[in-house]
Each structure stands twice: as structure tokens, then as C-alpha cells.
């Protein structure tokens, strides 16, 4: 049973605008994926997935503003690959 319901109307373009209590609850924000999980018996479910700002990839192989890590691009190449196969092939995030 759901601790709390949440009832939004679908604009004409299909849209729905998630609750500032779910967006915080998720840690996601705009610009992140909302991922919609559909099971054979049509139950739809839902989560977010808070995508890292440049800053924050960059700020892994950073200090005092400069990058020092000579796999920042094999490892940003490797991240941004992942993503797009899990796009892909809608595995779980």
C-alpha cells in the first residue's frame, strides 16, 4: 500500500509535472531520466536517475580547478557508452 498518493493531470502533449516531494525523494532534478518500467500486466513502475553535471564528472579528476587524471576521457568515454547501452536496452539503472 502507498504511503502517499499523488494525483497529476497529463497536459495535451502528454506531460505531467512529478511532485517537488518525489523529484527531492529521488535526488533528481531537471535534466535527469525519469525511467517508466512497464510489467506484462501494464503496472507501470517509476524512478528517477540523477544524471552528474560536467562539474561533478570533472571534479572527480580535479584539484584546485585543474585535471590531473590522464583516464579522464577513457573513463568519461566508458561512462557515457554505459549510459547509452542502458538506454538502449532498458536495463535498470
Do not use: Y
Amino acid at each position: 500500500m502507498a504511503l502517499k498518493n499523488f494525483v497529476m493531470r497529463l497536459s495535451s502533449q502528454g506531460q505531467v509535472t512529478i511532485p517537488a516531494e518525489i523529484r527531492k525523494a529521488w535526488g533528481v532534478s531537471g535534466g535527469d531520466l525519469i525511467v517508466f518500467d512497464l510489467d506484462a500486466d501494464c503496472k507501470v513502475t517509476v524512478r528517477g536517475h540523477h544524471l552528474k553535471s560536467a562539474d561533478e564528472i570533472v571534479g572527480r579528476f580535479s584539484s584546485n580547478g585543474r585535471i590531473h587524471s590522464d583516464d579522464f576521457d577513457e573513463e568519461l568515454d566508458e561512462a557515457m557508452s554505459d549510459m547509452a547501452e542502458r538506454i538502449d536496452t532498458g536495463a535498470n539503472w
